[in-house]
């Protein structure tokens, strides 16, 4: 069975910086892309940034410059390095990994989410 653990959230002052982490386990041969989105209270999940399995990263605009998206394939490992925190990043971030291919089927997963909070 394939999971996604999360790490590396919590509490900051504006302008800091925090680095989270979401590994992925279980029989799996690939992952296409990995992500991670937002969501606060009241509005739906968008998306943060998210890579390839070659490296080709996309980002929010709202991030672009401040944030860093990096993977290990090897690890099944992705990283959201954030910078120059804003108190509108505050939310609960959840990982994402699309294209999951294990022995038995190809599927998207989700991690359970981490809470993200940048004080003014």
């Known amino acids: 069975q394939v999971q996604l653990v999360e790490s590396g959230g919590g509490l900051v002052q504006a302008g800091g910086s925090l680095r989270l982490s979401c590994a992925a386990s279980g029989p799996i041969f690939n992952i296409n892309t990995m992500g991670w989105y937002r969501q606060t209270p009241g509005r739906q999940r968008e998306l943060v940034a998210s890579?390839?399995?070659?490296?080709?990263?996309n980002y929010a605009a709202s991030v672009m410059d401040r944030f860093t998206i990096s993977r290990d394939n090897l690890k099944n490992t992705v990283y959201l390095q954030m910078n120059s925190l804003k108190p509108e990043d505050t939310g609960v971030f959840y990982c994402?990994?699309?294209?999951?291919?294990?022995?038995?089927?190809?599927?998207?997963?989700w991690g359970q989410g981490i809470q993200v909070t940048v004080s003014p």
């Open positions: 890579i390839t399995t070659l490296g080709s990263a």
């Open positions: 994402n990994a699309e294209g999951v291919k294990t022995w038995r089927s190809t599927d998207d997963y």
